[in-house]
């Protein structure tokens, strides 16, 4: 009887640990392929994002040179080094000449093209300006009511709405007043050389520049054929590519 009694809490011991393992295999399964499959979607949306940041540096040197170049290095330095020049010199507008590869190059920067540079590269957050500025108290008919009404005005924002009878004749106070208004500014962001490599493979992006006006951009993933690798012995991390942008179109949209 005790025997028996021995063999049974024994053949019990293994159950439990058999099922232990099973439940633990079980949530491996589970678990572990969901995480590969949500990396290799971070990866994919990730490299995505560097192709269509190298679309838009190509953009932005076509539009300061009139053409395109396949040497995606010197595209980000020269698209960089035009907006320090305008951070130093808000009049760097028009007509300009940069060095470049040991050469002068002329090239013409659009008035407000370091907007779109900002919009596009920079990362926008909310923040206060505080300024000084003339507040005036002035009066005006009110045509409604025939009563004269009392009105407040920012000359540097307001002049243009009113008639210069109204500042010249009606303005009863002048006061300098601290204005706090919420503007949008903008984060600096580099256009850094690591843009140039794709985050699953570390290879570069391949780009060329074709068409009979060499007018046509191709910006290709580096994984060609697939890429596979082993992880926990079990599973695989699979893609098979990323896709390419050809002037803007991208294969992943269409």
């Given at each position: ?66 053409y395109y170049d396949p040497d995606m290095a010197g595209v980000l330095w020269f698209v960089s080094a035009v907006r ?7 009049q760097y507008v028009g007509k300009q000449r940069i060095n470049y590869k040991g050469e002068k190059l002329e090239i ?58 109204l500042w010249v004749g009606s303005i009863i106070d002048t006061v300098v007043d601290t204005i706090i208004e919420r ?72």
């Amino acid at each position: 009887m005790q025997e028996e009694q021995y063999y049974s809490e024994k053949w019990s011991f293994i159950v439990k640990w058999i099922a232990v393992i099973l439940i633990v295999i079980l949530l491996l399964v589970i678990f572990i392929p969901n995480n590969i499959w949500s990396e290799e979607a971070r990866m994919r949306q990730r490299s995505r994002w560097k192709m269509e940041q190298l679309w838009d540096a190509q953009r932005m040197y076509h539009k300061l040179t009139g053409y395109y170049d396949p040497d995606m290095a010197g595209v980000l330095w020269f698209v960089s080094a035009v907006r320090d020049s305008i951070l130093a010199d808000s009049q760097y507008v028009g007509k300009q000449r940069i060095n470049y590869k040991g050469e002068k190059l002329e090239i013409t920067v659009p008035r407000y093209w370091f907007s779109e540079y900002d919009t596009i590269f920079s990362k926008p957050y909310e923040a206060r300006d505080t300024s000084l500025a003339n507040v005036f108290t002035a009066v005006e008919i009110n045509y409604e009511t025939g009563l004269w009404d009392t009105i407040f005005l920012d000359e540097s924002k307001d002049r243009y709405k009113y008639t210069d009878s109204l500042w010249v004749g009606s303005i009863i106070d002048t006061v300098v007043d601290t204005i706090i208004e919420r503007v949008t500014k903008f984060k600096r962001f580099r256009l850094a050389d690591s843009l140039l490599y794709c985050p699953l493979t570390e290879l570069p992006y391949d780009v060329t520049v074709k068409g009979e006006e060499s007018d046509t951009v191709i910006i290709h993933s580096p994984i060609k054929g697939g890429y596979k690798e082993r992880k926990f012995l079990f599973f695989s991390f699979k893609d098979s590519g990323h896709g390419s942008i050809t002037n803007g179109e991208m294969s992943w949209k269409r």
